[in-house]
């Protein structure tokens, strides 16, 4: 597994925290040569010291090994900010609300981007007794499939997971302003704009 890691990925993160590699060294350990060679390609850490050099480099095994230094942007923790992470493999959906190194089945997952609806994932929305009923004419067949269709504002998230054979649909319950969100497991993610709902006030 430590083959994965690259010397370049070590220094960005350590230079990131302004930590020299004698305070690494102190966390992990080891002497600051050490991680002076890891850095420069002519050595890598052991397996067993990948949780202390994350832990000292204040990040996760995944990002070490995914050679990617993320920073959370979203610190107002506003969901429509957050991203969506989808394993190809098993189909398992993560939502992260700010950007992060994730994984499943062996694979670092990216953050999925969402993409305006187009003709042929396009949403149909009906207000049914305050809710929001949404559909999509999508297949849903094994190989062709929505996996899920999702309902997000500032601070919440609904979510159906879906599966071929059902019908591309939800209901949700009208939370306000928001976004809706449909992943095609061939094309992506999509979204559409949830405008609030209108009512007419009657006056006297």
């Known amino acids: 597994m430590s083959e994965l890691i690259r010397g370049e990925t070590i220094k960005a993160l350590r230079e990131k925290?302004?930590?020299?590699?004698?305070?690494?060294?102190?966390?992990?350990?080891?002497?600051?040569?050490?991680i002076s060679k890891w850095e420069t390609?002519?050595?890598?850490?052991?397996?067993?010291?990948?949780?202390?050099?994350?832990?000292?480099?204040?990040?996760?095994?995944?990002e070490l090994l995914s050679g990617?230094?993320?920073?959370?942007r979203n610190r107002?923790?506003?969901l429509l900010r957050g991203s969506f992470y989808v394993c190809p493999l098993c189909g398992n959906?993560?939502?992260?609300v700010g950007q992060g190194a994730y994984s499943c089945c062996g694979i670092t997952l990216p953050p999925q981007e969402a993409e305006p609806e187009d003709e042929a994932h396009r949403f149909r929305v009906e207000p049914v007794e305050g809710d929001l009923y949404?559909?999509?004419?999508?297949?849903?067949e094994r190989e062709h499939y929505l996996s899920l269709i999702a309902y997000g504002t500032q601070d919440q998230l609904l979510l159906r997971k879906l599966y071929p054979e059902q019908n591309a649909e939800a209901r949700f319950l009208r939370i306000g302003s928001g976004v809706l969100y449909a992943y095609?497991?061939?094309h992506g993610l999509y979204r559409r704009r949830v405008e609030p709902l209108k009512t007419n006030v009657s006056r006297p």
């Open 76 to 78: 107002a923790a506003n």
């Open 17 to 34: 925290r302004h930590l020299t590699q004698k305070q690494v060294a102190d966390r992990v350990l080891v002497s600051d040569k050490t």
């Open 134 to 140: 949404v559909t999509l004419d999508h297949p849903m």
């Open 184 to 186: 095609c497991n061939r």
């Open 41 to 62: 390609g002519r050595g890598l850490p052991d397996i067993t010291l990948l949780e202390p050099l994350a832990r000292a480099l204040g990040t996760s095994v995944a």
């Open 68 to 72: 990617r230094c993320i920073e959370n």
């Open 93 to 96: 959906v993560l939502f992260s």
